[in-house]
């Protein structure tokens, strides 16, 4: 995952999600709606007017720094409970870790962007809906995630198990849960793009409407 965001950074927040918000703004919100392709990478739609994210589980940053890159002066948070991983995304500036579990984490911070990279499927199931409510919570505007796509829920042999990884629609759910949250764009990773190979990840943008 962190080997796909580091291929893709310019693509996580390059020109053309600043003509997307453009044109989110422009036209009524009934034509608010475009479709992805595999060539497009989601944080491409997380430039314009973005100043604030919050990441549930960043590993060492790569994400985070990714997004500075493209967006001097962004000012993040990220909850990590890897105490080394955490350690080390510490060193980024402009990024406030808080080293807890998610489930753990208390604030009434809220964010321009919030968002997830391969972590919702390494959650067990019964958690999501907490998990759905803090990236609700704490985002202001926009909701992405980056994860495994199945239309309905199953899961996934990991390392000879078969609880410790699931696909499902979590975006699906997600807005099932909070009708005021309308889908904004949506993609697909491959790990045999030639230019920017990544695992074969859904995501989808989401923003409060």
Partial sequence: ?????????????????????????SFPRTARRTHGTSRTHPAEYT????????????????NLIAL???VPGL???????NAKAAEECAKIPD????????????????FDLTFTFGVL???????????YDLLYKH??????????????????NYRGTQDKMFKRDFAGEFMDRFPDV??????????????????????FLMEKR
């Fill in 121 to 131: 499927i390494i959650q067990h199931p019964d958690t999501l809906p907490q998990m």
């Fill in 95 to 110: 990024v406030t870790v808080v080293q807890d579990a998610f489930l753990n984490y208390k604030s009434e911070e809220t």
């Fill in 75 to 81: 000012k993040a948070t990220a909850v990590e409970i």
């Fill in 182 to 203: 309308q889908l904004v764009d949506y993609g697909f990773f491959y790990h045999r793009d030639s230019i920017f190979p990544a695992d074969d990840f859904n995501w």
């Fill in 47 to 62: 430039g314009g007017g973005i100043r604030s994210a919050l990441e549930l589980g960043p590993n060492i940053g790569l």
């Fill in 139 to 156: 985002s202001n505007r926009y909701i992405l995630m980056s994860e495994y796509y199945n239309p309905t829920p199953t899961h996934v």
């Fill in 1 to 25: 995952m962190c080997y796909g965001i580091q291929h893709t950074a310019r693509r996580f927040l390059g020109r053309r999600f600043r003509r997307r918000i453009h044109q989110a703004q």
């Fill in 68 to 70: 500075q890159r493209l």
